[in-house]
């Protein structure tokens, strides 16, 4: 439990596991949408479009942390996409996926993939860095539409509504 604990939170004192998940995400969406532009048939395809993504360049245990758990993302996103498709558009009331517009749907595909397949990740994580990634990517609306899908699946993984036991 103590090993448990210690992979879910950060050290107070050393900041690098935030910093290393915080680029990964960063590094993780500007793959995936890439990939609405450029598809991978296979896995093989999928490390060859990963590969030539942008990457940070430093050769340091944390650049490698990030890359590590970029890649994670990235593929179960794509392994997981149809079903994180089917969830998104349960919880965005009157919105078809061809209408979301493509940043935001990486967003919610990314921090979807979090809340329902990452147990390490708490569901205020997701939301918030879901929420950043919006910031930075994503127009004026964006963050109040992202906010209001991400805070609905929330509410009902929080409610046991799905078989994940995350609080909110």
């Avoid at 079903?83 to 078809?96: E, G, P, T, Y």
Wanted: charged share 30%; net charge neutral; proline share 3%.
């Amino acid at each position: 439990m103590a090993q448990a604990a210690k992979c879910i939170m950060p050290q107070s004192e050393d900041k690098k596991p935030v910093a290393s998940r915080r680029k990964g995400r960063k590094q993780a969406f500007e793959c995936l949408y890439g990939l609405i532009f450029e598809s991978a048939a296979d896995e093989r395809s999928l490390r060859r479009v990963f590969a030539r993504c942008p990457h940070d360049v430093s050769e340091d245990s944390e650049a490698d942390a990030g890359r590590d758990f970029a890649w994670e993302l990235v593929s179960g996103v794509w392994h997981n996409q149809t079903a994180l498709d089917a969830v998104i558009v349960r919880f965005s009331k009157n919105w078809k996926l061809s209408r979301i517009a493509k940043v935001e749907l990486t967003i919610l595909r990314l921090a979807v993939f979090e809340i329902m397949h990452r147990p390490d990740i708490p569901l205020r994580v997701a939301l918030n860095e879901a929420i950043e990634l919006s910031k930075r990517y994503g127009d004026e609306n964006s963050r109040n539409f992202i906010n209001g899908i991400l805070d609905a699946i929330a509410k009902a993984v929080d409610s046991g509504e799905f078989e994940i036991h995350k609080d909110l």
